[in-house]
């Protein structure tokens, strides 16, 4: 007898049956694409999801693009994929410990930030200038998914992408894409505290009395401590939410990194480079449609729409290299 068993997919919609929480999304009644496809021997569907994700061009790009600091010298500043990974992590032990389906949950997780722009929120700033409202970066992570590399992901994927930032009130069709709200700021706020800390901005000691005493230090007490609280509230409510002395909390603590870390004055000018460098690629590439790349160029979409596609698509480095290349040609 073989030491070892196959996971086949009905073998692994079998035990979902048996162990997953009456909220949770089942794989085998779940997983509705706008193109039918046959069902994996192996994966289940969101287990698919995740393996297209994490293979995606999109998804590779993330490693040069801001998450809070702009081209940092120190190799262990977070980027935009090890955000997403640590998002990823959250999401995943918040799923576990709510008996959701983990591999929805974090196939929504590694999905959510793929349409960022470069230079992070100052870059989507900038391409907000553009457009009617606002340009947002989860609804072109979807369209990433479904127009520039299309990925045939399951609506309840993308749904939790599409939701995912607090500013849209729109819940996920499923408490899996739910998680992933809760994970981006659990993650964001904890390790972007840590790299403040390792670029001499703040101490541990500068933090609100209120968010040194409901989550602890600095670091991974604050993520133990937080996903606790999503957990616990999540459980009695029935529904994905967090405790709620904790959640001011964390509100409080944004509001402190906000301007204290991501808006602070010693910045701005970087901040309005990076915003000229989004700005005059946008305004260039308007005036010169034919050097846009084969792969951005979708007659259905107006000439905003492909350009803007194009420029968020840029990594930091690509985008500084291409204005440069642009705006201060060499002479030799």
């Known amino acids: 007898m073989s030491e070892f068993v196959l996971r086949t997919r009905t073998l692994t919609e079998d035990q979902e049956d048996l162990t997953l929480a009456p909220g949770a999304t089942r794989s085998r009644t779940a997983g509705h694409r706008k193109i039918d496809e046959p069902e994996d021997e192996w994966r289940t569907a969101f287990e698919r999801d995740y393996d297209r994700i994490i293979h995606s061009k999109a ?6 693009k801001t998450q809070v600091f702009m081209n940092p010298e120190g190799d262990h500043y977070v980027t935009r994929m090890t955000h997403t990974l640590q998002v990823t992590q959250v999401g995943r032990s918040i ?4 008996s959701l389906n983990v591999a929805l949950a974090e196939a929504v997780c590694l999905g959510h930030d793929v349409g960022h722009s470069p230079f992070g929120h100052t870059g989507e700033d900038a391409l907000s200038e553009f457009v009617d409202g606002e340009w ?12 520039l590399e299309p990925l045939n992901l399951t609506d ?35 390790h972007d505290a ?16 209120a968010a040194l005493q409901a989550f602890g230090e600095p670091g991974r007490e604050w993520v133990a401590t937080m996903i606790q609280a999503v957990v616990d509230e999540s459980y009695r409510q029935s529904t994905i939410a967090m405790e709620p002395s904790k959640l001011a909390a964390m509100q409080e603590l944004r509001t402190f990194m906000f301007e204290n870390v991501y808006l602070r004055p010693e910045v701005e000018n970087q901040r309005r480079r990076a915003k000229q460098i989004v700005r005059e690629l946008v305004t260039y ?21 492909q350009v803007m596609d194009f420029v968020a698509g840029m990594t930091d480095r690509y985008a500084i290299r291409r204005h440069d290349e642009l705006f201060r040609p060499r002479l030799f």
């Open 285 to 305: 590439y308007l005036e010169h449609m034919s050097e846009l790349p084969e792969s951005y160029q979708h007659p259905e979409s107006d000439d905003l729409t």
């Open 136 to 147: 947002r970066h989860s609804d072109q992570s979807v369209r990433i998914f479904e127009v």
């Open 59 to 64: 998804f590779r790009r993330l490693k040069h």
């Open 95 to 98: 799923a576990r410990a709510l």
């Open 194 to 209: 840590l790299d403040a800390m390792r670029a001499g901005i703040l101490t541990p000691t500068d933090f609100p009395n």
């Open 156 to 190: 309840e994927v993308l749904s939790g992408i599409r939701t995912h930032p607090w500013k849209v009130e729109e819940r996920a069709t499923t408490h899996e894409g739910d998680v992933v709200k809760f994970a981006d700021r659990i993650a964001y706020l904890a």
